[in-house]
Nanobody
Framework: QVQLVESGGGLVQAGGSLSLSCAAS????????MGWFRQAPGKEREFVSA???????YYADSVKGRFTISRDNAKNTVYLQMNSLKPEDTAVYYC???????????????????WGQGTQVTVSS
């Protein structure tokens, strides 16, 4: 069992930055593949970024070049640095974890077994 707790959301103006954190606890937390997803009102949950247990990173095209995912295994924490934020980035951001990724589908929410409660990110224009 892995427990995930996100923090760092808030309100920011367009062009600003926010840093999200996801603290993982439980057995083998540091060996999990980790992902960030987001869900805006009235929309489906969508992939944002992922980092594998060996440090490979992946990004959605919409955030590539603006967001950076990283992990600190000693602290069992994954980070999402978000720069040049846009109003369309407004959503609830969720951290997710899974021990295994099948078929390279790191972008598929169904791959992830554990989810945090989410943190709200609001970008004003």
């Amino acid at each position: 069992q892995v427990q995930l707790v996100e923090s760092g959301g808030g309100l920011v103006q367009a062009g600003g930055s926010l840093s999200l954190s996801c603290a993982a606890s439980g057995r083998t937390a540091s060996s999990n593949n980790m992902g960030w997803f987001r869900q805006a009102p009235g929309k489906e949950r969508e992939f944002v970024s992922a980092i594998t247990s060996d440090g490979s990173t992946y990004y959605a095209d919409s955030v590539k070049g603006r967001f950076t995912i990283s992990r600190d295994n000693a602290k069992n924490t994954v980070y999402l640095q978000m720069n040049s934020l846009k109003p369309e980035d407004t959503a609830v951001y969720y951290c997710a974890a899974t021990r295994y990724i099948f078929g390279g589908s790191y972008y598929a929410s169904r791959q992830y077994d554990y989810w945090g409660q989410g943190t709200q990110v609001t970008v004003s224009s």
